[in-house]
């Protein structure tokens, strides 16, 4: 029944995206290449990017491997609840729209390095710089490459390497283009990114709907909800396996609100996206991503529910979902790939590799920009002229696939179950990066060394919590739903342990900060007022119907 292989029609559909997508970003590339060609125009695309391609990049370089493959995993592990990254995040967008994005485009900031320089000094910049690239090369590219990789090859056939070198390889030249290359080319990336995706969560519906002996995709979810119920709840309970990776209503009160805020508002990555722009078209692009990301668990977290029920029916052979001799949720979104029919199976891998290049080139860009305008220009060569330093920004972009490449294979990103490695890891940092940034917008007396406990200090309790259970027993935190059983071990949820060490980085800023208050108060050199926060009414009514649906979709499947 399997076919581990591309057929012609398959590589066919595969190659008119690849040309469709290559011969875009060079005839962008040539278009544009007679404008501004400073390194702001070549990292950010300064004043070039509309609010829909503001919108299509942020979330093609938001839907990744990470997805397609953990995500959907994690859809067949736990259901409907992995979820709340998504909608979750669809919220997020509009807070980052009203209060975070006007902070920056009115005080000119370019990388979120020069924030922390005028808000706070440069050694805290140049820390924090240093640390997102290790970042940003080990977590985040490893996971996309190796998890994009493991896709690629199940559907392929073709050796792990060698789609792992390819995708890079096809990320490396669209990066090399700069952002107005990466932003319009990621309009297309998403097209093939919704229209592959819808088109595998149309056939994995359909697909249990014949095996129920029926047809058509409303009796297919109707037979999901049925077969699978437990799958479709938002909230989940202590007593669920899955309670340590989404603690109950800490995905509505809690650590969640950590991850997103620091995600989509305090990281180069994203946020590069809209700093190039106006702030209506920045605003309108975030607008537009939020609508996206509603849509997005109907691609990436249905196939896996559907993957499930279908294991569970023995649709598919024993060995299929299997990887060292243990259950691999994350194989559900590539063993779906390989049952859909001729054509099918070419778009929706091109769907999957769309996502994969635009997130990689997305990153690279931003490793890039950090490097080139935040190390580079500041402590190696101050006085670098423009070319100097797009040419630098290039070999960094190289240079990081490369090291993502060499490295990704060694980091076990497999065993721990993707999603939940990026997560994890991504928050030793989160809370206090998130605290120095949200007490450096809104509280003029955060001062330096606050923000470098912060960044210390969070770490450093981040890694405590994270070892703790395996010296002290913390049973004593379970009837409050702070400590789940682990194989006799009861551990702290990595979300409840980001809030507790957010709410400990504020509070440390906050005492430091009013012990440091004798001296003269650093202000940051921000410019704020109220005025600036204020949407217009366009923007305020789609902000209103994206809460409108995320609080109907928790009311129904609460």
């Known amino acids: 029944m399997q076919q581990h292989y591309l057929s012609t029609a398959d590589y066919v559909v595969f190659l008119i995206y690849f040309f469709v997508v290559s011969g875009y970003g060079l005839w962008i590339y040539q278009r544009k290449k007679s404008e501004a ?36 995993g994690s859809g067949f592990k736990m259901g409907l609840a992995i979820a709340a990254y998504e909608w979750m995040a669809a919220v997020t967008l509009v807070v980052v729209a009203v209060f975070f994005i006007p902070v920056y485009l009115k005080n000119r900031i370019f990388t979120m390095p020069q924030f922390l320089h005028q808000r706070y000094n440069g050694t ?4 924090m710089a240093v640390f997102w690239l290790l970042l940003y090369v080990i977590v985040n590219l490893t996971s996309i490459l190796y998890l994009g990789a493991i896709a690629a090859s199940t559907v392929s056939g073709i050796n792990l390497n060698v789609c792992m070198y390819a995708m890079a390889f096809f990320a490396i030249i669209i990066t090399l283009g700069g952002m107005k290359v990466i932003g319009y080319t990621d309009v297309i990336q998403v097209f093939f990114l919704v229209l592959g995706g819808l088109a595998t969560t149309y056939l994995a519906i359909n697909l249990v709907s014949a095996k129920f002996g029926t047809t058509g995709v409303f009796n297919g979810l109707h037979l999901m909800y049925t077969q699978a119920n437990d799958h479709f709840h938002m909230i989940l309970k202590p007593d ?41 078209t920045a605003r309108g692009g975030l607008l537009f991503a939020a609508f996206l990301k509603l849509m997005m668990p109907i691609i990436v977290v249905l196939p896996g529910i559907a993957a499930f029920i ?18 691999n949720p994350d194989r559900a979104y590539p063993v779906l790939l390989n049952i859909l029919p001729s054509g099918l199976k070419g778009l929706s891998f091109a769907a999957l590799t769309a996502a994969v290049v635009a997130s990689l080139a997305g990153k690279a860009n931003s490793i890039a920009t950090i490097f080139t305008l935040d190390i580079y220009k500041k402590a190696i060569n101050p006085n670098a002229s423009e070319k100097t330093l797009v040419n630098t920004g290039k070999i960094a972009v190289v240079v990081a696939m490369i090291l993502g490449a060499l490295i990704a294979p060694h980091l076990g990103i497999d065993k721990k179950g993707g999603f939940t490695y990026i997560q994890e890891y991504t928050g030793f940092v989160s809370p206090g990066i998130f605290a120095m940034f949200i007490l450096g917008f809104f509280w003029k007396k955060a001062t330096s060394s606050a923000a470098l406990f912060a960044t210390i200090g969070g770490f450093l309790l981040s890694v405590v919590l994270k070892f703790l259970p395996g010296y002290a027993d913390l049973s004593g935190l379970a009837p409050f739903g702070y400590a789940v ?39 940051g050199g921000l410019e704020i007022d109220t005025s600036m926060f204020r949407p217009n009414p366009t923007f305020t009514a789609g902000a209103l119907l994206v809460l409108g649906i995320v609080v109907a979709l928790y009311s129904v499947f609460w």
Not at 124 to 127: G, H, L, S, Y
Not at 247 to 269: A, D, E, F, K, M
Not at 488 to 508: A, K, Q, S, T, W
């Open 310 to 327: 279908l294991y569970k029916q023995n649709v598919f052979g024993a060995g299929e979902f299997m990887q060292g001799g243990e259950l």
């Open 124 to 127: 805290v910049a140049m820390i």
């Open 240 to 280: 669920n396996p899955s309670f340590i990776d989404l603690p109950g209503l800490t995905v509505l009160l809690g650590g969640l609100w950590i991850v997103n805020l620091n995600y989509w508002g305090c990281n180069q990555y994203i946020t590069q996206r809209a700093l190039g722009a106006d702030l209506p």
């Open 485 to 523: 059983p682990v194989n006799g071990v009861y551990e702290i949820p990595f979300l409840d342990r980001m809030g507790f060490v957010f709410i400990f980085c504020i509070v440390g800023m906050v005492i430091i900060s009013l012990l440091e208050s004798r001296r003269t108060t650093r202000t």
């Open 37 to 72: 060609s400073g390194s702001k125009d070549y990292f950010l695309a300064e004043g070039s990017l509309t609010w829909w391609a503001i919108g299509s990049s942020l979330i093609a370089s938001n839907i990744s491997a990470e997805q397609f493959v953990a995500m959907s």
